[in-house]
């Protein structure tokens, strides 16, 4: 086994074993094995060990990287889970599968305007921190409704928790945003804390370190 299938095994048992305890089923939780920074060829042994949900925080580098890797694995999921420039929308719809990181009216103009039709996450800003992005939680069900009505397919919410300091509250904070506004995706849980992510309900955690690196 290479390096890397070891690595995406253990991941696997780790949202498994959380799954367990949570009386979840594994299946029901989407690995995206987030790729920013890393190589081609880094890429290229996940994907040989079976992984094809992948995650990019920088349009110019997905642009970059991913069309030569699209080409030969045509099956892989691409991700969009950083900050978006509402310029960069047209660029967007021909480059991702998945967005994780709407978070506010410009930008969810700008998709619709340019025809993106994916599944999108609005990104909630559970810490309520300014230099982070996010929609904050008093405007959340306005947004959520407006988001619904411009006919954009809301797949769930997502959150990036404060740093340093326990993620669960903010997990269990995000679970019960998504069933009051009837959303069913969460995308939650990072390298560092997706193991108390899936047993909070977690429907996609996002793990980049865990992955790539021993
Ligand atoms: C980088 C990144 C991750 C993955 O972080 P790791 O700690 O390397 O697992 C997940 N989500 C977002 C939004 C990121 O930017």
Redesign the pocket.
């Known amino acids: 086994m290479s390096d890397a299938a070891a690595r995406l095994a253990a991941v696997h048992a780790t949202i498994a074993d959380a799954a367990r305890v949570a009386r979840r089923k594994p299946e029901d939780v989407t690995l995206v094995a987030?790729s920013?920074g890393r190589p081609a060829e880094a890429i290229e042994q996940l994907i040989a060990a079976g992984q094809r949900d992948f995650?990019e925080?920088r349009v110019q580098e997905a642009a970059a990287k991913w069309p030569s890797l699209r080409a030969r694995y045509p099956d892989v999921r691409l991700h969009m889970?950083?900050r978006l420039q509402s310029n960069k929308a047209e660029e967007v719809v021909g480059l991702f599968d998945v967005i994780h990181s709407l978070d506010r009216a410009s930008l969810r103009d700008a998709l619709v305007k340019a025809g993106w039709s994916g599944p999108t996450y609005v990104q909630v800003n559970v810490g309520e921190e300014e230099q982070k992005g996010g929609v904050s939680i008093g405007e959340l069900p306005a947004f959520i409704a407006s988001v619904r009505d411009m006919g954009l397919d809301l797949a769930g919410l997502m959150a990036?928790p404060p740093a340093d300091v326990e993620a669960s509250p903010y997990f269990a904070l995000l679970a019960k945003l998504a069933r009051r506004h009837d959303v069913t995706g969460l995308s939650m849980g990072?390298?560092?804390d997706y193991r108390s992510a899936v047993m909070l309900g977690a429907t996609v955690v996002?793990?980049?370190?865990?992955l790539f690196e021993d």
């Open positions: 987030v920013k995650g925080n889970i950083g990036i990072m390298s560092g996002r793990v980049g370190t865990a």
